[in-house]
Every structure is written in structure tokens, then in C-alpha cells.
């Protein structure tokens, strides 16, 4: 709805998210913005399908609901490193390994860049207001470290270059 505020067409504006590794046949979100024309939104559903992606439509809003799902995860995950709960090893073997999930919240977070997810859990943090979607403090510091994850060779893991 914001980006759509700043064109000057702003009927033909359609969000959308994707959130890495991003496979080439997959799910991707769409959001409408308040100014969406429906037309805008079928070609942009269009598009997508021909790029083998299954469209789904979703509110808009931070993070829509991939990334502000997996964002939350990776933050709480954060804050029982921060806390001393567990290593980033056993927080990423026990949501793997316990709840089936593919990567690690901590992988996870690496992959997707810390700097993005401290960025995903802002916007929620600024627009909800709720503590829930507050950044841990572990996060800004490590964003600010510039530890970013895989692209500067150092997370809640490090990396070797290539």
C-alpha cells in the first residue's frame, strides 16, 4: 500500500514475497494493496504461474506470512542463544530433528540474512506494536557487528569463503 502511494499507477501495484532458498517451483505470496486493481492482481498471478510458482493471496503487511512466521521463529530462537537455553547447534538440531523442519531457525536466519530479518521484525515491531515482535538484542547486536549470515561469512555460524 505504501509503494503503491508513491507511483503514479498505483492500480497496477501487487506485493509480493519470497523468502530464500527459493525453490523453482514453489509457493509466493501476493498482497494486494489497498489500491490493487483486480485486473492487476490476475496478470500478477499469471506471471507467477508461468514462472512454475503456485500464487497465493495474503494481506499486506510486514513480512506477509512466510517471512513474519519464520522471522518470529528465528527471534525467539535467537533469544534462548542470547539466554544461554542452548547452543545454536542444539536450537537448530532440535527443530530440525524434533519438529521436522527443513533447516534450523538459526541456518534459517543466516541464509535469509540477519540484517533482513532484524529488518522483517521491525516493520512488524513498528506497525503491531507488540513486544512479541520485538527484536532481540542479540540480533541488533549482530547486525551491527555486520555478522549478516552467509553473504559475510559469519552468523550464528561462520562460513568459509569461497
Same mark, same amino acid.
Given at each position: 500500500?505504501?509503494?503503491?502511494?508513491?507511483?503514479?499507477?498505483?492500480?497496477?501495484?501487487?506485493?509480493?514475497?519470497?523468502?530464500?532458498?527459493?525453490? *523453482?517451483?514453489?509457493?509466493?505470496?501476493?498482497?494486494?494493496?489497498?489500491?490493487? *486493481?483486480?485486473?492487476?492482481?490476475?496478470?500478477?498471478?499469471?506471471?507467477?504461474?508461468?514462472?512454475?510458482?503456485?500464487?497465493?493471496?495474503?494481506? *499486506?503487511?510486514?513480512?506477509?506470512?512466510?517471512?513474519?512466521?519464520?522471522?518470529?521463529?528465528?527471534?525467539?530462537?535467537?533469544?534462548?542463544?542470547?539466554?544461554?537455553?542452548?547452543?545454536?547447534?542444539?536450537? /537448530?538440531?532440535?527443530?530440525?530433528?524434533?519438529?521436522?523442519?527443513?533447516?534450523?531457525?538459526?541456518?534459517?536466519?543466516?541464509?535469509?540474512?540477519? /540484517?533482513?530479518?532484524?529488518?522483517?521484525?521491525?516493520?512488524?515491531?513498528?506497525?503491531?506494536? *507488540?513486544?512479541?515482535?520485538?527484536?532481540?538484542?542479540?540480533?541488533?547486536?549482530?547486525?551491527?557487528?555486520?555478522?549478516?549470515?552467509?553473504?559475510?561469512?559469519?552468523?550464528?555460524?561462520?562460513?568459509?569463503?569461497?
Amino acid at each position: 500500500t505504501h509503494a503503491a502511494a508513491w507511483t503514479k499507477r498505483p492500480g497496477r501495484v501487487v506485493g509480493f514475497g519470497v523468502l530464500p532458498p527459493v525453490p *523453482d517451483e514453489g509457493i509466493i505470496e501476493l498482497a494486494s494493496a489497498l489500491q490493487t *486493481d483486480e485486473s492487476a492482481l490476475v496478470q500478477a498471478e499469471l506471471f507467477w504461474r508461468g514462472l512454475g510458482q503456485e500464487p497465493i493471496v495474503v494481506a *499486506d503487511g510486514p513480512g506477509l506470512v512466510r517471512a513474519r512466521t519464520v522471522c518470529c521463529l528465528i527471534n525467539e530462537a535467537s533469544s534462548l542463544l542470547m539466554e544461554g537455553v542452548a547452543s545454536a547447534e542444539d536450537i /537448530d538440531k532440535a527443530m530440525r530433528l524434533g519438529m521436522n523442519y527443513p533447516l534450523g531457525p538459526l541456518a534459517w536466519a543466516d541464509i535469509i540474512g540477519l /540484517d533482513a530479518v532484524l529488518g522483517v521484525m521491525t516493520g512488524l515491531f513498528e506497525e503491531w506494536g *507488540d513486544d512479541r515482535y520485538r527484536p532481540t538484542p542479540l540480533l541488533r547486536r549482530m547486525v551491527a557487528a555486520n555478522m549478516l549470515g552467509q553473504k559475510t561469512g559469519r552468523g550464528f555460524f561462520a562460513y568459509e569463503s569461497e
